[in-house]
C-alpha cells in the first residue's frame, strides 16, 4: 500500500483536491491517503507555524505528495509559502519542476492561428536554485537610501542536474532559455552546463534561446517546443505563458521531483484562487492531471493515460466549469471525467 500524504492548503486548493482524490479512488490502484488539513493559513495565523517538523516526518516518509495550493490574502508575510511549499522543495531537494503543457482540445487555445495550436511542451524549471533561495539582503530598509539585493544563485551542481534531466526526459529536442548575453557568470555556467549535457545526449537535438525570445516564441509558435530547460525564475514565468497558451491555469499540472530518490510533490500550477474560492466553480483539472503524473511515477501507465484520456474526452464534450465555457460545478466537471474511466 503506497502512502500519499495529502495538502489540500487554502481557497480553491481543499476543492480541486477533493476531486482529486475521488477520481485516483475510481482507479482503484491501493492507494492510502494521509491528509493533512490542519496544514493551511487558519493554522498559521493562529500558531505562526506552516509546517510543523512532524508534519515534515510525515511528507518525507510517505511515497508521494499531492498538494492543492498555499496562500491567503490574509496572510501578509512570505514566511507562510515559505514555510510549506518552499521548505517541502528546498529540504527534500525536489530539484525539478516538471511542466508539461498539453493542448486538451482545439477550441481551449487562445492563438488565432490553428497552425500554432497543437501545443505540447514541457518546462523543465530548476526548483531549488536562482532568485528563490532567500539569499540576499536589504540596506536602509524604508529609507530613500535602502538598497535590496536578491541574489540569482546557480550552482555547478545544481545547474549540471537539472539540465541532464531535461535531456533524459526529452522526446526529440531540449532547448535552452537564459539570458546569458547580459547575467554574465550564470549564463556561462549554464551554457558550459548545457554544452557538456548536450554532448553526453547526441541522439537529441538541442538549440538555445535568451529568456525574451523564447516568451515571444512561446506565444507566436509554442509547437515548435519540445522540452525547455532554464532556471527557477524564467520556468516560473515561461511555464505560466505556456500553460496560458495551452488551455488555461486551470488545467495546468506540475510535478517537484527528486528523480534520483523517486519522490515527488504533485500540484496544479494555479494559487489559491481567493477571488473565486467559496464558489464551487475551480476547474478541477489542473489537480486531476497533477495526481494523473503522480500515478504515472509510482508506475501505473496504463491507469494515467486513462486519466488523460477521460480528461480530454469531457473536455470535448463541453463538460467542465465555466473557464473552459462550460456550466458544472467543480464537482459536476470531476464527475464527467470519472464517468469516462
Ligand atoms: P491564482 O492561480 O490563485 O489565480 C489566478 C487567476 O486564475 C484567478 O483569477 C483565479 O480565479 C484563476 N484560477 C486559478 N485557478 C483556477 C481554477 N482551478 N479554475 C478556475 N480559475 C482559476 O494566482 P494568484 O491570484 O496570483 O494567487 C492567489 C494566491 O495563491 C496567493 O496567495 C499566491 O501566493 C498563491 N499561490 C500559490 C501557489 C501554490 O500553492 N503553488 C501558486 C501560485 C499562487
Ligand atoms: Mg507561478
Redesign the pocket.
Known sequence: MSVITVIP?????PE?IEQAMLTLDRLQLGLEFDVLDHVNADTFLRTGVALCDEDFERVRSSRSVL???????R?GSPAY?RGV?LRLRFELDLYVNHRPAKLLHDRLSPLRADSARAVDCIVIRENTEGLYTGAGGSVHPGSEHEIALDVDLSTYHGTARIVEYAFSIARREVCMVDKANAVEFGGGLWQRCWRAAAARHPDKASRHLYVDAAAMQMVTDPTGFDVIVTNNSYGDILSDIASAVAG???TAASANLNPERGFGLY??????????AGKD???????ILSAGLLIGDLGHHEAAAALRAAISQAVAAGET?P?LGGSLDTRGAGEAIRARL
Not at 498538494?67 to 490574502?73: C, H, N, R, S, W
Not at 500540484?267 to 473565486?276: K, N, Y
Open positions: 492548503g487554502d481557497g480553491i486548493g480541486v498538494l492543492g495550493a498555499i496562500g491567503d490574502p496572510v509559502g511549499l488555461g491555469i486551470g500540484e496544479p500550477v494555479h494559487g489559491s484562487a481567493p477571488d473565486i466553480i475551480a476547474n478541477p483539472v489542473g489537480a466549469t473557464d
